[in-house]
């Protein structure tokens, strides 16, 4: 069992340390050695290198650190600004709710008086043409009627001023002519 040894010096507290892993572990320092020495051959692991159990627990570690520190951000900061948002949201809702309501009144209100406008306006331009057309026949009747009255003139002046009986003729036909028009 006896293989050919070979020594390495290291210092003190290598030493100290080496003999206070070779006790937690239950063997010797000799048996440590040789396998740290394996297990580095095996893995390839460089040894300079953080271990692999340190590295973890440090990414845990940190790990939960960065992860407390997010949940009392959430808490202090992301709750009330969602809680914010929401309640903002909600205000804003209700207030396009409120002033869809009064707009779309308003819109009605001002649509059903522009109907009803629009109406009138109908009613006053059948109203309008019907005053022209009173106008216009009334001017045809006093044409017709001046017409009547200066043939009526000039066949009395026609008549001399002797002739009563033919004055009465056209004074009658005169009127049944008025009373045509």
Known sequence: MMEHLNAI??????????????????????????????????NKKDPTDLNDELLKNSLAKSHKTYMGFIRSQEELLLLPVKQGVE?????QRDI????????????????AGQQE???????????????FQRMEAKERLKLKFLQVLDS??????????FKGREKEELAETARKQVEIL
């Open 9 to 42: 010096k290291h210092s003190k507290t290598t030493g100290d340390r080496l003999h206070k892993i070779s006790l937690a572990l239950g063997r010797s320092k000799r048996l440590v050695f040789s396998q740290m020495v394996d297990y580095f051959y095996r």
């Open 96 to 111: 396009v709710k409120f002033f869809n309501e009064q707009v779309l009144g308003a819109n009605k209100t001002l649509l």
């Open 152 to 161: 009526y003139i000039k066949a009395r002046e026609e008549l001399g001023s």
């Open 117 to 131: 406008m629009a109406k009138i306006n109908q009613e006053n331009e059948k109203l309008l043409k019907a005053v």
């Open 87 to 91: 309640k903002m949201i909600s205000n």
